[in-house]
Nanobody
Framework: QVQLVESGGGLVQPGGSLRLSCTAS????????MNWYRQAPGKERELVAAISRAGGRINYAESVKGRFTISRDNAKNTVYLQMNSLKFEDTAVYYC????????WGQGTQVTVSS
């Protein structure tokens, strides 16, 4: 069964950190570019970070550069998003997905930055 399961979200104060995880199953994870996305209330889903199959190419949205780090462990079929120096505007539901495979979205993980 093709599945993406995100976890690690929560409530954090501004300036805090969280580490998100996304565990994949049912497809060739190690052969897939993986992305993290987020969707804030009332906004479109946006791409946050991308990592190539072996991790050699990484890209970030301008809004998170220098604060977020994407990584992957192909042995665990898992992609991570380390989020530091969190801001109010990072509040959103965060999702991962593989590029170009049409995999259904997971449930996402809620990140709320609030004082």
């Amino acid at each position: 069964q093709v599945q993406l399961v995100e976890s690690g979200g929560g409530l954090v104060q501004p300036g805090g950190s969280l580490r998100l995880s996304c565990t994949a199953s049912g497809f060739a994870f190690s052969s897939s570019t993986m992305n993290w996305y987020r969707q804030a209330p009332g906004k479109e889903r946006e791409l946050v970070a991308a990592i190539s199959r072996a991790g050699g190419r990484i890209n970030y949205a301008e809004s998170v550069k220098g604060r977020f780090t994407i990584s992957r462990d192909n042995a665990k079929n898992t992609v991570y998003l380390q989020m530091n120096s969190l801001k109010f505007e990072d509040t959103a539901v965060y999702y991962c997905n593989a590029v170009g495979l049409g995999i259904p979205w997971g449930q996402g993980t809620q990140v709320t930055v609030s004082s």
